[in-house]
């Protein structure tokens, strides 16, 4: 790890308290659209397989299709990573489930994959839906957390929220009670589509992600109602002191993607919230973790919180 960084004093937040430096142990490790190194992202493989190797919660981007289904597809297109083309927004569930989403990313040879959940058994390389995720997540028997993002601009703009909060309602995600939390937040790039979350499930957790700082955000400060901060690692290598400013008004940071060595450990000097990444095995062996042990705040389903925690 380099050398200890200056630390700016903290002072109480605009919205509360400032948030202590967190402890490398307890720092959440995401999958970023599962185990996405190892296994083809966005699979039912790829998410069963950063569970086993003991993700405290997974990543995943959703979109509509034509038929209003939320599907997990990174991309506007499904070209880059299946046997198929074109827009995921002009297709029918039942037509992405005609398409291979696994065979974009072949194991060099059959013991590459061994460790993991056959990809080649029925369904587990076919298109995911948000549902299956969710069934997978809530069937777990640790409390696992989800980081659903959505993707815009898209055609339907805020119909992708309204299906999102029904979706996460029918499981009973959507509207913690009072005192506790649920174990989905929101994310998005889109301020628009945060705000809509917002409206809809307002006791939801949401995450404003950053590509860059905006110079109204740049005192750590966060739209009215978030406060969660997610900036990708690029900025925090340039300007770490951001992690300890928006600490300094009272809410979080969740970093993405984070898979190199010198990236695990800047965030763990920097006391980050949440570890996004494409190698969560790799990043709890870093973290001093085995894999199996989850964080002192890790327990199933939805939490009560402790009045004294963040
Ligand atoms: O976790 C946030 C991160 O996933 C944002 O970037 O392009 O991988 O969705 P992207
Ligand atoms: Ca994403």
Redesign the pocket.
């Known amino acids: 790890m380099s050398a200890a960084r200056p630390h700016i004093a903290l002072r109480a937040g605009a919205s509360g308290p400032a948030l202590p430096h967190r402890a490398a142990a307890e720092i959440p490790v995401?999958a970023?659209?599962g185990a996405s190194e190892d296994v083809p992202e966005h699979t039912l493989a790829a998410y069963e397989a950063a569970l086993l190797q003991g993700a405290d919660g997974v990543?995943c981007?959703v979109r509509l299709t034509a038929d209003m289904q939320l599907v997990c597809v990174?991309d506007r297109r499904v070209n880059r990573t299946s046997d198929g083309s074109g827009v995921v927004s002009t297709l029918e569930l039942a037509q992405l489930r005609q398409l291979d989403f696994g065979s974009w990313k072949q194991p060099a040879s059959d013991e590459e994959f061994a460790e993991y959940p056959d990809l080649r058994r029925e369904g587990a390389h076919r298109v995911l839906t948000l549902e299956r995720l969710l069934e997978l997540v809530t069937g777990h028997p640790n409390r696992v957390e989800m980081?659903i993002?959505t993707?815009h601009p898209t055609r339907y703009a805020g119909l992708v929220e309204e299906h999102l909060v029904a979706l996460l309602d029918r499981f009973g995600l959507a509207h913690p009670r009072l005192g506790e939390r649920s174990p989905v937040r929101v994310?998005s790039?889109s301020a628009m589509s945060v705000r809509r979350i917002r409206r809809l499930a307002p006791s939801l957790d949401t995450v404003l992600?950053l590509d860059r700082v905006p110079l109204r955000l740049r005192d750590g400060s966060l739209p009215r109602g978030v406060r969660i901060a997610?900036p990708?690692i690029h900025i925090l290598r340039i300007h770490p002191e951001y992690v300890e400013r928006v600490h300094s008004m009272g809410n979080r940071v969740?970093v993405?993607?984070v898979d190199q060595p010198s990236d695990i450990d800047l965030c763990v000097e920097l006391g980050v919230d949440a570890i996004?990444s494409n190698r969560p095995k790799a990043v709890l062996a870093r973290l001093g973790r085995d894999g199996t042990a989850p964080p002192a705040t890790a327990r199933h389903g939805v939490i009560e919180l402790n009045p004294d925690s963040p």
């Open positions: 995401i970023h659209r990543e981007d990174h980081a993002e993707k994310m790039f992600l997610g990708g969740h993405w993607t996004i």
